[in-house]
């Protein structure tokens, strides 16, 4: 149990100039080093201790993900916090009780090895700037919790017993109807198979596909959660270069002629914002089909276009069945749904039926139904274009601060689509920090600033921040701007 009547965060009990959050991390760090907080201990819930203590939820959450990063404390899905079982190497091993092994350092598999090693920043947070964290205030959750009233007063029999390894049959409808109209994508319901989020999608992908050792063309610098769902599966990811017209295929078939699959995304690339061109997306088409290989496309916020209709997808240019489209909600309606599908060839759909059925079985069915409805009553595509009119004024506050306060700092270039925006490091900022070292006083300042070096798998060839402005109103951009000019000048 965590004795909060002897945390003091009086200013006067320390450094007066030290942020809120840092006096917290402090006293957590030393009750965990002498033994006050022993190994496996559960710490209260973010809320309860921000309550118990009179502090902002943030400032709790900030001083827990420090100490989280640096290896004090562990989060367990859906179980909380807790103090770890092994301090950081320089520090020692954690007090805890006698038990048989303590100390022995646990035997990793290669592929536990290659998971563990993959940094993958998640930027998942309500504080500025957080990347992929959508408009909470502007999701019309009032008539949510209606649709899924709606679904669960008084629900079939069958609804709440049966689950399809496919997924909700109207929600599989819905969704194949709503990509064919705004994305171009050809399916039937039937090539949609509901997952738990595009992770989940990924992982299944290389299940059915890859055999262990098989390597993968991924996106360089790119998304790390590919990289760790295809390294779950005992794939190899391979970096490839991306650079204007999106990856290079030719380079990376060139460097390994044996890749069976490319993972990428064609309508805006994550984090750089590139969109491939007709000319590779063709080529990459064609690559596929000469090797026999596949094409993952990850379609994560395609329908955040700002100028003009949404670009068609990949999917609708393939001609051969080498395309295995993947998208999801987390961006567009809120990150915890956790729902998102795949798209399928014909050929393929009994082999990832089946393979769902035995490693998963089907996704959570509470929020299936009322999504289906969400979808078919319109509101879904009503509420995008709502935030497409948000996110660009949005993107237009953070441009318009940045210009004001971080001139000589950061280098910001607008985009036409997306829900972040690339800061590059200005020359006289980048000769006294890297972007980690940037991000890291960001951070000590309570603003999120993942650096654009963490997405790269090999050694960075740009620096610079990756600025979440989607989640944010002016005001708060506003007064992020001034605090991470402040933090970066410090």
Same mark, same amino acid.
């Given at each position: 149990?965590?004795?909060?009547?002897?945390?003091?965060?009086?200013?006067?009990?320390?450094?007066?100039?030290?942020?809120?959050?840092?006096?917290?991390?402090?006293?957590?760090?030393?009750?965990?080093?002498?033994?006050?907080?022993?190994?496996?201990?559960?710490?209260?819930?973010?809320? %309860?201790?921000?309550?118990?203590?009179?502090?902002?939820?943030?400032?709790?959450?900030?001083?827990?993900?420090?100490?989280?990063?640096?290896?004090?404390?562990?989060?367990?899905?859906?179980?909380?916090?807790?103090?770890?079982?092994?301090?950081?190497?320089?520090?020692?091993?954690?007090?805890?009780?006698?038990?048989?092994?303590?100390?022995?350092?646990? %035997?990793?598999?290669?592929? =536990?090895?290659?998971?563990?090693?993959?940094?993958?920043?998640?930027?998942?947070?309500?504080?500025?700037?957080?990347?992929?964290?959508?408009?909470?205030?502007?999701?019309?959750?009032?008539?949510?919790?209606?649709?899924?009233?709606?679904?669960?007063?008084?629900?079939?029999?069958?609804?709440?017993?049966? =689950?399809?390894?496919?997924?909700? &049959?109207?929600?599989?409808?819905?969704?194949?109807?709503?990509?064919?109209?705004?994305?171009?994508?050809?399916?039937?319901?039937?090539?949609?198979?509901?997952?738990?989020?595009?992770?989940?999608?990924?992982?299944?992908?290389?299940?059915?596909?890859?055999?262990?050792?098989?390597?993968?063309?991924?996106?360089?610098?790119?998304?790390?959660?590919?990289?760790?769902?295809?390294?779950?599966?005992?794939?190899?990811?391979?970096?490839?270069?991306?650079?204007?017209?999106?990856?290079?295929?030719?380079?990376?078939?060139?460097?390994?002629?044996?890749?069976?699959?490319?993972?990428?995304?064609?309508?805006?690339?994550?984090?750089?914002?590139?969109?491939?061109?007709?000319?590779?997306?063709?080529?990459?088409?064609?690559?596929?089909?000469?090797?026999?290989?596949?094409?993952?496309?990850?379609?994560?916020?395609?329908?955040?276009?700002?100028?003009?209709?949404?670009?068609?997808?990949?999917?609708?240019?393939?001609?051969?069945?080498?395309?295995?489209?993947?998208?999801? *909600?987390?961006?567009?309606?809120?990150?915890?749904?956790?729902? =998102?599908?795949?798209?399928?060839?014909?050929?393929?759909?009994?082999? *990832?039926?089946?393979?769902?059925?035995?490693?998963?079985?089907?996704?959570?069915?509470?929020?299936?139904? &009322?999504?289906?409805?969400?979808?078919?009553?319109?509101?879904?595509?009503?509420?995008?274009?709502?935030?497409?009119?948000?996110?660009?004024?949005?993107?237009?506050?953070?441009?318009?601060?940045?210009?004001?306060?971080?001139?000589?700092?950061?280098?910001?270039?607008?985009?036409?689509? =997306?829900?972040?925006?690339?800061?590059?490091?200005?020359?006289?900022?980048?000769?006294?920090?890297?972007?980690?070292?940037?991000?890291?006083?960001?951070?000590?300042?309570?603003?999120?600033?993942?650096?654009?070096?963490? *997405?790269?798998?090999?050694?960075?060839?740009?620096?610079?921040?990756?600025?979440?402005?989607?989640? *944010?109103?002016?005001?708060?951009?506003?007064?992020?701007?001034?605090?991470?000019?402040?933090?970066? %000048?410090?």
């Amino acid at each position: 149990m965590l004795p909060t009547a002897v945390i003091n965060l009086d200013p006067a009990a320390g450094d007066p100039a030290q942020p809120l959050y840092r006096r917290l991390y402090d006293q957590l760090r030393e009750m965990i080093l002498d033994g006050r907080l022993v190994a496996g201990t559960r710490l209260p819930a973010s809320r %309860t201790l921000a309550g118990d203590l009179g502090l902002s939820r943030n400032t709790v959450s900030l001083a827990f993900e420090q100490l989280v990063a640096e290896g004090y404390l562990s989060t367990r899905q859906g179980a909380g916090t807790y103090v770890s079982s092994a301090l950081p190497e320089a520090e020692g091993p954690l007090p805890a009780a006698p038990r048989r092994g303590r100390g022995r350092r646990p %035997t990793l598999s290669r592929r =536990g090895r290659a998971l563990s090693e993959i940094d993958r920043p998640r930027g998942r947070d309500t504080v500025p700037f957080a990347a992929g964290q959508p408009a909470l205030d502007a999701f019309p959750f009032a008539l949510w919790a209606r649709l899924l009233s709606r679904s669960w007063r008084a629900p079939a029999e069958r609804l709440a017993a049966v =689950g399809e390894p496919g997924g909700y &049959a109207p929600l599989r409808t819905a969704i194949a109807n709503y990509l064919g109209t705004a994305r171009g994508v050809l399916c039937a319901p039937e090539q949609v198979i509901v997952v738990s989020g595009a992770q989940q999608a990924i992982h299944l992908t290389a299940q059915v596909l890859l055999d262990p050792g098989d390597a993968v063309l991924v996106e360089e610098p790119g998304y790390a959660g590919i990289r760790g769902a295809l390294a779950a599966a005992g794939a190899t990811p391979v970096p490839v270069d991306v650079d204007a017209q999106g990856l290079a295929i030719g380079q990376g078939a060139r460097a390994t002629p044996s890749a069976r699959m490319v993972c990428v995304a064609p309508s805006h690339q994550h984090p750089l914002g590139v969109v491939m061109s007709l000319p590779r997306r063709l080529e990459t088409l064609d690559w596929a089909e000469a090797h026999d290989a596949w094409v993952l496309e990850d379609d994560y916020d395609s329908e955040y276009r700002y100028a003009g209709r949404p670009l068609a997808a990949l999917q609708g240019l393939d001609r051969s069945e080498r395309v295995i489209y993947v998208g999801s *909600f987390s961006k567009v309606m809120y990150p915890t749904l956790r729902l =998102g599908y795949l798209v399928v060839p014909v050929s393929l759909v009994t082999p *990832f039926l089946a393979a769902r059925a035995v490693l998963d079985d089907h996704a959570s069915m509470l929020a299936q139904p &009322a999504l289906a409805q969400f979808i078919a009553e319109g509101h879904f595509a009503s509420h995008l274009r709502r935030m497409r009119a948000l996110y660009a004024a949005r993107q237009q506050a953070l441009l318009a601060a940045a210009a004001d306060d971080l001139d000589g700092l950061l280098h910001l270039t607008p985009d036409e689509a =997306g829900m972040h925006l690339l800061a590059e490091l200005a020359p006289p900022l980048a000769r006294r920090l890297d972007d980690r070292a940037a991000a890291a006083q960001a951070t000590a300042a309570g603003i999120i600033a993942v650096p654009l070096s963490a *997405f790269y798998a090999g050694p960075a060839r740009r620096q610079g921040l990756v600025l979440g402005y989607a989640g *944010f109103d002016a005001a708060r951009l506003g007064d992020a701007v001034r605090g991470l000019r402040m933090a970066l %000048t410090a």
